[in-house]
C-alpha cells in the first residue's frame, strides 16, 4: 500500500526508505565511477583513432573529419634545391593554399636534390607514398603515353599559341586521360623551349638544314624531323657535346637558351637560332586517393593557387629570358628566327612525322594534318 506522503511499506509495514538510500550510497557511487571510466575511455579511444588516422603514413592525405571542417595533409615532392625556381614557387604554392584554406589544407614539400632522384620520385609517386608531384613530361609519359605527342618538334607556331592549347579545350586531351586514371593534372609550367645553335653559319631558312650534322643525346622525335628537313643528327652525350663543338665533330646542336649558356656552347656556337622547336614541360600532377579525400570545393582551391603560381612563374621564366639574350649577345652571340612563310614550309616538311602520331584527332585540331 502507498501512504499519502508517497513513502513505501514493505511486507512488515516498516518504512525502509531511508535504509534504502543509507544503502545505496556507496553502491551509487560505485556506479557512477563505472560509468563515467566508461565514458572517458570511449572518448579516448575515439581520439586516438582520429590521431592515427591523420598521422597515418603512406603517401595519402591525412583527413581528420569534424562537425566543422576536414583537416587535409598533403606530401608534394618536387625536385630542386633551395636556390631553385621550381622549390621557390613550391614553398610559395603550400603557403597560399594553407592561408586560402584558413589553414586546413597543409602542403608538405619532399625535395631530393639530386636531379637524377626525379625516377626515384616518380616511383614514390605511382607507388602511392606520395600525394602530390611534379614531373618532366618524360616521366609522366609513363602514366600517360598521350604525352608523347607533345614531343613532336615544331607542335606549336609561338609560346601564346602553346599555353592556349594546353590550357584550354584543346589540351583537354590529357586532363582526360589522367582523369581516367583517378588522377588530376592540376597545371602545367614550362622550363624553357629547345633551339638550335651552330658554328660556322646561321640556320635562316629550312633549306639550311641541308647537310648539317647537329648534336643529338639520344634517337628523339628532333632526329626524325632533322632527316625530313635532309640534315643529319650524330648522337653525343651533354658532357661531351662541348669538345664535339669546338673540334667540329658536329656543326652544332639544340637545346634550351639556359642549357646554352650554362654549359658554355657559346665559346663556339655564336649563331642561335630561336625557332623554339620543342618546350620543355613539367606537369603538377595530383595523386587519386588524394583526389578522392577531397572535396570539389578543396580541389578547385588547390587548382586555382597553382594555376596562379605557374602564371608568376612563366612570368618570371619570360624576364629571365630576355635578360640572359641580352648578356649573350654582348658575348657575341647573334640571334635568328624563321618567318611565317618558312614556319608554313615546315609544317609541310614534317606532316609525315605528325600522320604518325597516336591521335590524329589532336593533331586535326592544331592544323597540322588535314
Not at 128 to 153: H, T, Y
Not at 276 to 298: G, I, T, Y
Request: proline fraction near 2%; charged fraction near 30%; glycine fraction near 8%.
Amino acid at each position: 500500500m502507498e501512504k499519502k506522503d508517497g513513502s513505501c511499506f514493505f511486507g512488515n509495514g516498516i518504512d525502509k526508505s531511508k535504509d534504502i538510500q543509507r544503502n545505496n550510497g556507496g553502491e551509487g557511487k560505485k556506479r557512477f565511477s563505472f560509468i563515467f571510466r566508461r565514458r572517458f575511455f570511449a572518448i579516448l579511444l575515439a581520439f586516438t583513432t582520429l590521431f592515427l588516422t591523420a598521422c597515418s603514413g603512406g603517401g595519402h592525405p591525412a583527413i581528420v573529419k569534424s562537425s566543422k571542417s576536414n583537416k587535409i595533409l598533403l606530401q608534394y615532392g618536387v625536385l630542386g634545391d633551395k636556390d631553385e625556381q621550381s622549390l621557390q614557387m613550391a614553398k610559395r604554392f603550400a603557403k597560399e593554399v594553407k592561408e586560402k584554406s584558413h589553414g586546413r589544407i597543409e602542403i608538405k614539400i619532399l625535395s631530393p636534390k639530386d636531379k637524377g632522384n626525379e625516377l626515384a620520385l616518380f616511383e614514390q609517386f605511382r607507388g602511392g607514398n606520395l600525394d602530390m608531384v611534379r614531373l618532366s613530361l618524360g616521366s609522366a609519359q609513363k602514366i600517360s603515353p598521350k604525352l608523347s605527342l607533345l614531343e613532336l618538334p615544331y607542335l606549336f607556331n609561338s609560346e601564346e599559341e602553346m599555353w592556349n592549347v594546353l590550357d584550354g579545350e584543346k589540351g583537354a586531351i590529357f586532363q582526360e586521360d589522367f582523369r581516367s586514371k583517378g588522377m588530376e593534372l592540376l597545371v602545367w609550367n614550362c622550363l624553357g623551349f629547345r633551339d638550335f645553335y651552330t658554328v660556322e653559319r646561321p640556320i635562316l631558312s629550312v633549306e639550311d638544314f641541308e647537310g648539317l650534322i647537329l648534336g643529338v643525346e639520344d634517337d628523339s622525335r628532333v632526329g626524325e624531323a632533322l632527316q625530313l628537313l635532309s640534315g643529319k643528327t650524330q648522337e653525343v652525350s651533354q658532357n661531351k657535346l662541348y669538345k664535339a663543338l669546338q673540334s667540329g665533330v658536329v656543326d652544332g646542336s639544340e637545346n634550351t637558351l639556359e642549357e646554352f649558356a650554362d654549359q658554355e656552347h657559346s665559346s663556339s656556337a655564336k649563331y642561335f637560332l630561336e625557332d623554339e622547336h620543342s618546350p620543355v614541360l613539367d606537369l603538377q600532377l595530383l595523386s587519386p586517393k588524394a583526389k578522392e579525400n577531397m572535396s570539389e570545393e578543396d580541389l578547385e582551391l588547390v587548382k586555382e593557387v597553382a594555376f596562379s603560381m605557374a602564371l608568376q612563374e612563366r612570368a618570371m621564366g619570360k624576364k629571365a629570358k630576355v635578360e640572359l639574350r641580352s648578356r649573350l649577345i654582348k658575348r657575341g652571340v647573334m640571334f635568328a628566327h624563321f618567318s611565317q612563310e618558312e614556319k608554313q614550309k615546315l609544317a609541310e616538311l614534317l606532316a609525315p612525322l605528325y600522320l604518325e602520331a597516336m591521335d590524329e584527332e589532336f593533331m586535326r585540331k592544331l592544323g597540322k594534318i588535314a
